[in-house]
């Protein structure tokens, strides 16, 4: 005659595989926010990739078509010679800091000078989200300022590479590219399909 209930050996074995399907599911559930995570901060390092090209391409046209406009072809020249040698520092520069010329004599910046960022921070465990204004000065505040940082913030370490390219120069045939934005390869925020 058989009783009733469960023996040792069915309650050990049944708490035995509800253990390994909670394990299971809760590291499934942990991989799937983490695999989320990583998704959102794809997304919002695509964002930030975007609107900073859109500004870089737009300043680079703008400055291009001031600087043909008063047919200056020894500025064009120059600009061309730093592309070749890919110094995008110096030609953010001139982005940020023009001389002045007969199309744009007050020397205002090609580019914004500022750009108002979101920041969210952790306080008593809740995320609190406020805005700053980060300077535009030079390539790396540009950079920062866009969050092409290895924490996403207009603080972080910069993990982002900007090769501006040349202008139109039809004296010498070179022709123009648009800017290229890119990770520096091997760091985590580096955009992977």
């Not at 990739?49 to 391409?57: E, G, K, T």
């Not at 061309?80 to 040698?85: D, G, H, I, V």
């Not at 039809?170 to 934005?181: A, C, K, Y």
């Amino acid at each position: 005659m058989k009783t009733k209930g469960f023996t040792l050996i069915e309650l050990v074995t049944a708490c035995t595989l509800l253990l390994m399907l909670s394990t299971i599911a809760t590291t499934s559930t942990f991989n799937f926010v983490q695999a989320t995570a990583n998704l959102k901060s794809q997304y919002n390092n695509i964002q930030n990739i975007m609107l900073l090209h859109s500004v870089l391409v737009e300043a680079k046209m703008n400055y291009a078509t001031d600087l043909a406009l008063s047919n200056n072809t020894s500025e064009v020249q120059h600009w061309n010679l730093l592309a070749q040698q890919n110094d995008s520092t110096d030609l953010i520069a001139r982005l940020i800091n023009p001389a002045p010329s007969s199309t744009n004599p007050s020397s205002r910046s090609y580019l914004p000078t500022s750009r108002n960022v979101q920041v969210t921070t952790i306080i008593n465990g809740n995320p609190v989200v406020s805005y700053v204004m980060a300077p535009i000065t030079d390539m790396d505040s540009l950079l920062k300022a866009y969050q092409l940082t290895d924490t996403g913030t207009p603080t972080g370490n910069i993990v982002a590479t900007i090769s501006v390219g040349p202008m139109l120069d039809p004296t010498s045939g070179m022709r123009p590219t648009l800017p290229i934005i890119d990770w520096r390869g091997g760091t985590p925020q580096e955009i992977q399909f």
